[in-house]
């Protein structure tokens, strides 16, 4: 070795903790981001689609929509009467339940279960499977009427554009994202409204 | 939705009629979801209001008369508040209104200070309202959260809804329907205000805009808007006072 040349220098211990420690800090930082986009990206991607369920929630009576509409053949509009008039679908109350459960289904633990609190007068608490985000105004009864009359379809025909095939579910689920996308590329093919003020205000 | 394209929101307002009530404020407030103002917000300069009453004292006492001018967004044709938000927050849209898309807006600030009526109104707290007022707020309009811009829509919420509801029984609209017009407009007991479109010929509003602004800087001519030097193109008419009274000494 000359004298004066460039000689490297072993790293002191105190100079191996640092480096340690720095190593640790940055794993952690590096845990964290990956951590921090897999949260976002599934926020994102929401509902049904990636880490989310995919089954309904449980509802506090099990309503089965395959029984009344796919056996008794009954009409969405007649359990959700203001789909045709209003923003909201509404979900019946159970007095309407009751003109046939009054009836029907004996011994069987969930009517028994509506009875009671019927006659107790409270309703049932449905847990809300759909729902968009309180700065968003959505209207069903401008879909259902625009689609009814375009492709000449009854008005419980077009439920399943956005909610799937709710007579097959015997828990209703969501199939559809329902993001802000979804709705505004249907908007754009069918030459609807897509100013922010239509949906946001 | 066809034909709402070619409207155009305007408002007429007569300060000859207003009495300096308040009313439009209330009412605005209950439609408007605008949670209680308390006297601190007022002394931070903070409280929020879409519609507001402005009082001027004219005179020396005794002979005083107050004035009253209420001030809402202007609804600028060329607003100044627009061009300034990095986000698009707020935009104008086909029906003239200057729309704030509340989700979008990342809460600079930029828009109020570009605002010359000090008609937009930041959120400094979340908002909040006493029990007994929670069950009355309107569903048809966002609650607002902590961090972002408000100002007066012209309760497109309502334009919006007749709008439909005029689609689906196939009813046509007229102006000056109470379900279309804003609620500081249906509240207005001497009809101080006036709600329409400036597009229909027909519509009062029109027939009061032209009425207004044709003998505009003549005597007889009461129209005119607010800082219309600025060239901010308000959609907000107003008509100035009539005062028989003009330099005459008298008691009531």
């Known amino acids: 070795m000359i004298p004066g040349d460039f000689q490297p220098q072993r790293p002191t211990s105190r100079q191996m903790v640092k480096l340690g420690v720095l190593g640790v800090v940055a794993l952690g930082v590096f845990v964290a981001i990956v951590l921090g986009l897999t949260f976002h990206i599934s926020a994102w991607l929401g509902q049904p689609v990636v880490f989310a369920r995919s089954e309904g929630p449980d509802q506090p009576i099990a309503f089965p929509h395959t029984t009344h509409v796919q056996e008794l053949g009954m009409d969405c509009t007649f359990c959700h009467r203001n789909v045709e008039k209003e923003a909201a679908a509404s979900v019946p109350a159970t007095g309407l339940c009751m003109t046939c459960h009054s009836a029907v289904g004996d011994d069987l633990d969930e009517i028994e279960k509506m009875r009671s609190l019927y006659e107790d007068g409270r309703s049932i608490h449905w847990v809300r499977v759909h729902r968009v985000p309180d700065h968003v105004h959505f209207v069903h009864e401008a879909h259902i009427r625009y689609f009814s009359e375009k492709d000449g379809i009854e008005p419980s025909q077009v439920c399943q554009t956005c909610h799937g095939d709710v007579k097959e579910m015997e828990k209703v689920k969501q199939v559809e994202t329902l993001k802000m996308g979804d709705c505004v590329s249907c908007h754009k093919e069918n030459s609807a409204p897509t100013d922010c003020a239509t949906c946001h205000y | ?252």
Request: proline share 5%.
């Open chain 2, 1 to 252: 939705m066809a034909d709402s394209q070619d409207r155009k929101w305007g408002m007429v307002v007569d300060i000859d009629r207003c009495t300096g009530c308040n009313g439009c404020v209330v009412a605005c407030q209950s439609e408007n979801n605008i949670p209680n103002n308390l006297e601190e917000h007022f002394n931070q300069r903070r409280a929020i209001q879409w519609i507001r009453i402005e009082r001027y004292w004219e005179g020396e006492y005794p002979n005083v008369k107050a004035r009253f001018i209420p001030v809402m967004c202007q609804q600028c044709g060329n607003a100044p508040c627009e061009p300034v938000c990095p986000v698009y927050a707020t935009y104008h849209n086909e029906e003239g209104l200057n729309v704030q898309v509340y989700n979008r807006c990342i809460g600079t600030r930029f828009c109020a200070n570009g605002c010359p009526y000090h008609v937009r109104f930041f959120n400094f707290w979340e908002p909040e309202w006493p029990e007994s007022l929670k069950n009355q707020l309107n569903p048809d309009v966002t609650v607002r959260s902590r961090g972002i811009m408000e100002k007066c829509s012209f309760c497109v919420q309502r334009i919006r809804r007749s709008t439909r509801e005029g689609e689906r029984d196939e009813v046509q609209v007229e102006d000056g329907d109470r379900a279309l017009s804003p609620a500081c407009v249906n509240a207005c007991p001497t009809t101080a205000l006036t709600f329409g479109d400036f597009n229909n010929d027909s519509s009062q509003v029109s027939m009061m805009k032209e009425e207004a602004m044709a003998n505009r800087g003549k005597k007889e001519g009461r129209g005119y808007r607010l800082l219309d030097n600025l060239g901010t193109e308000a959609n907000v008419i107003y008509l100035k006072k009539v005062d028989n009274s003009a330099g005459a000494v008298h008691g009531h």
